[in-house]
């Protein structure tokens, strides 16, 4: 009787501290495992079975790894158990590591989140982010992104898209490209900076949309590429509450362009710059084959300074100039997640357009940051000539969270003219 009293005692301390060290493994660490898989809490057994603390070697050594195979499957209920109950833990540490460094060919994490706007209202996104080199064995090679895109909200919107940088090895040439698709239950205002001011005008259509683009750059100097770009775009408009505002345009539109381009990049990271100058001019020609021709011209400048620890200043002008027969469809635009954050995408719409933004960049502690910017933008034709009275003023404020390593997840809220205002959910700065 007193030797299985005494078997027992022994049995549930033994059991106690294998799964004490089980749990110390699974939570503290991980890593602390023998090669077979099994915890080093097995090491004890054999600890205990050299000292022989109460009973003889040979006894101790005989009992106590009679009942190996029992602790084992003990520790593997445990473990078991603890993965079962482990979700929110592994959630909080994919989230947790997801911008330490690793040697992932390819390092994909996914993330979503619910977003509010005036134009979509609520709504859920999701977004893949990889980074990859395309050349591994040189360190000089900048690291490339890719991200997956997708959103749906209540208003009937849905969209689906992929958008990256491709650089090649040591910056010799690049790719930039976008492909997206959408079907968005919007409002509309007409065309020029007087009819999308008129509240008046509000009427509703569906917008289907699929585009395509990419700029193939090769580097001739040091930061200096050139290189042709292609792209395809189509657009339908239905369902039109007042037909009228589109002012006698097509309400389908399938068009194809080829241009050239010249860029200058000197940013330290594409996708969230501390330092240097972005400047591109694009010229697009674009042809529906049935329709007479059209022509886009567009100039983007950003510069970015570091200031104090953790800040970042960062400037944006851009410029959009469209002539020729150009369908409502491809005209400038203010508004949406990268400039003029805040205003109802196309509510002003005309063929050229202006826009200059500010942005200071702060990190706050950790993988945290907010942001806040002033911005100003103008569309105007021939028609409507650019006036100083048309300039429509932006600002707003957001906040950052380091998803992985300078990859940014961005939450804005952006304000305009007359009230207008919007929640803006999106990866990588707005510029």
Request: charged share 20%; glycine share 10%.
């Amino acid at each position: 009787m007193e030797y299985q009293k005494i078997r027992h005692i022994i049995f549930l301390l033994t059991a106690v501290l294998l799964t004490g060290e089980a749990l110390h493994a699974q939570y503290i660490h991980p890593d602390r495992q023998t090669p077979n898989g099994y915890s080093r809490g097995n090491d004890f057994l054999s600890a205990a079975a050299r000292q022989g603390n109460t009973f003889s070697g040979a006894l101790a050594s005989k009992e106590i790894f009679s009942s190996s195979l029992q602790d084992t499957i003990e520790v593997i209920r445990v473990r078991d158990t603890v993965k079962k109950r482990s979700v929110w833990y592994k959630i909080y540490h994919y989230f947790a590591d997801a911008n330490k460094k690793n040697n992932k060919k390819f390092d994909v994490s996914i993330i979503g989140g619910p977003h509010y706007g005036s134009d979509l209202k609520l709504g859920i996104g999701i977004v893949a982010a990889g980074l990859y080199s395309t050349n591994r064995k040189d360190s000089l090679t900048p690291v490339s992104n890719v991200s997956l895109f997708g959103d749906v909200t209540t208003t009937g919107f849905y969209m689906v898209g992929i958008r990256g940088n491709n650089i090649f090895a040591r910056e010799k040439w690049r790719i930039d490209y976008t492909l997206y698709f959408f079907s968005f239950p919007g409002l509309f205002w007409g065309l020029g900076y007087d009819a999308g001011n008129s509240s008046d005008n509000q009427s509703s259509f569906l917008r289907l949309q699929a585009q395509a683009k990419a700029d193939f750059m090769f580097r001739i100097a040091k930061n200096l590429y050139v290189g042709p770009t292609i792209g395809f775009d189509f657009t339908s408009g239905s369902k039109f509450s007042n037909e009228e505002l589109i002012a006698g345009h097509r309400k389908v539109n399938r068009s194809y362009d080829l241009g050239a381009l010249i860029s200058y990049d000197s940013r330290d990271f594409i996708p969230n710059a501390y330092k240097g100058f972005y400047i591109k001019l694009v010229q697009r020609n674009y042809t529906g084959f049935k329709y007479k021709p059209f022509f886009k011209t567009t100039v983007n400048a950003d510069y970015y300074q570091q200031a104090w620890k953790g800040a970042v200043f960062a400037f944006d002008f851009f410029g959009e100039f469209n002539y020729g027969d150009t369908p409502w469809t491809m005209m400038a635009a203010i508004g949406g997640s990268y400039r003029m954050r805040g205003y109802y995408e196309g509510r002003y719409r005309d063929n050229n357009m202006l826009t200059l933004q500010m942005e200071y960049r702060q990190k706050i502690y950790n993988r945290h940051g907010i942001v806040a910017w002033v911005g100003a933008g103008n569309i105007f034709s021939k028609k409507e000539p650019f006036t100083w009275r048309k300039t429509l003023p932006n600002f707003g404020a957001g906040y950052r969270w380091e998803f992985k390593k300078r990859v940014n997840v961005r939450l804005d809220y952006g304000f305009g003219k007359s009230g207008q205002s919007a929640f803006m959910f999106s990866i990588n700065e707005a510029f």
